[in-house]
């Protein structure tokens, strides 16, 4: 009898998990578009492609229910949202683009950087210093500056910048390199 009661416990838990996979469930959101995970140690194959055809005005990037309100990278196909206002975005244009010279550190995927210290104005990974921009000051309020991982991305559409994605929160912003 023992054998029966185990077995009906372990069928009813099978059961639960296999519902929380239909719409409705854990796997879904309420219109039954999959909900698309962000961050938890996810690391883009590639940057942003550039931007093509007509810009959209910059707008709210929170997108889908539990997704950050800051630009962020869709876990299951690399979807960088919030990053396409287009090469004359006046918030990311400067007068003098690589006025501290290119960053010659290793970038991409392949290479992941500890932020070690510093804040939004001025933040270290490995003996490189950067600077966020002021329009996405906001976007990093949660960043951990002295443990969180980074990599960095070349913007394909905004000269002078690249981008800091944040692996633990999925989400990014623009950065410029200040020297090494």
């Known amino acids: 009898m023992k054998t029966l009661t185990g077995l009906c416990g372990a069928a009813l838990v099978l059961s639960v998990n296999a519902f929380a996979q239909h719409p409705g469930g854990g796997g879904h959101g309420g219109s039954g578009a999959p909900m698309h995970s962000v961050g938890g140690g996810h690391i883009p194959a590639h940057g942003p492609s550039p931007m093509r055809g007509q810009p959209r005005i910059p707008s709210n990037v929170h997108e889908e229910p539990g997704h950050p309100t800051a630009p962020h990278v869709h876990a299951d196909h690399d979807q960088w949202v919030g990053h396409d206002t287009g090469r004359n975005d006046a918030h990311y244009h400067l007068d003098h683009p690589w006025e501290h010279g ?79």
Do not use: K, Q
């Open 102 to 180: 290119h960053f010659t550190g290793p970038m991409g995927r392949g290479h992941v950087w500890r932020l070690g210290g510093g804040d939004r104005g001025r933040f270290a990974i490995g003996g490189f210093f950067f600077s966020v921009a002021a329009f996405d000051y906001a976007y990093c309020n949660d960043w951990l500056w002295d443990n969180d991982d980074i990599v960095i991305y070349d913007d394909p559409d905004h000269v002078g910048w690249y981008l800091a994605y944040n692996v633990r929160l999925g989400t990014y912003v623009h950065v410029m390199y200040e020297g090494g």
